[in-house]
């Protein structure tokens, strides 16, 4: 038969077991933010020569670079602002991608009437090298013909380029439009005639038809929201 202290130590044995088996359990919560996001403010909508923000996060710390490819098809970098800079960026925090001298990132002065954006990620730094020259980014080597063929597809070319061998990326993309409320002002009914002349918000100045091929929304040409991985 126990004795007073064998007893005091069963019960509070008992106790303890009775507290761990009550206590709930820690289970990890994944992260409903993607591994990249990029987005501009005024929801990408902007005036000619309006200054553009552009915004990037990401859900952990990673490696990130950023391009931007105009309708002729001209690509500049907008992360890091010199290869030679810091990829590296925190997750979780938003940062506002700023060109020299501390302004907006780009003027929106595209002729064409939009723009696009590829953020890409990656856990490893992306290798810039080929595509930089005396410590600069290489304009030339940045901008191909595929890029304004088709915005996404040579970014993304580009990108692979840069890849860290062995390594993955994930990227977003967004699409911008310069001038899109005026061009709708303008054409608000494109039925009257056979055609006209005048400045269309995707394909700059030329000559628009009756059946209205330039009254387009911005989902003709935008990308959805999403990233992805390559």
């Known amino acids: 038969m126990p004795n007073g202290r064998e007893s005091y130590m069963w019960t509070a044995l008992f106790l303890v077991a009775s507290h761990a088996a009550a206590a709930p359990v820690a ?10 996001r990029v987005w501009f403010n005024s929801g990408g909508n902007y005036a000619y020569g309006d200054r553009a923000k552009v915004y990037a996060k990401s859900a952990h710390d990673t490696y990130l670079i950023v391009l931007r490819s105009d309708g002729a098809g001209r690509v500049r ?3 890091p602002l010199e290869p030679q800079d810091d990829q590296r960026i925190s997750g979780g925090k938003k940062y506002e ?14 002729s064409s009437g939009h723009g696009t954006v590829l953020a890409a990620v990656s856990e490893s730094p992306f290798r810039v090298d080929q595509l930089a020259q005396n410590g600069r980014w290489d304009t030339r080597a940045l901008s191909s013909p595929r890029v304004k063929d088709d915005a996404e597809s040579g970014l993304l070319e580009l990108v692979q380029r840069m890849r860290p061998p062995g390594q993955r990326f994930d990227y977003d993309v967004a699409t911008y439009v310069v001038s899109e409320q005026y061009a709708h002002d303008l054409y608000r009914d494109p039925y009257v005639g056979s055609g006209w002349w005048g400045y269309g918000p995707w394909w700059g100045y030329g000559r628009g038809i009756g059946a209205g091929l330039w009254l387009r929304s911005r989902d003709f040409y935008g990308y959805p929201r999403g990233w992805r991985h390559w």
């Open 27 to 36: 289970v990890p919560v994944a992260s409903k933010d993607p591994p990249v």
């Open 77 to 79: 970098v907008l992360f």
């Open 97 to 110: 991608l700023k060109s020299r001298g501390g302004r907006e990132a780009f003027v929106a002065d595209d």
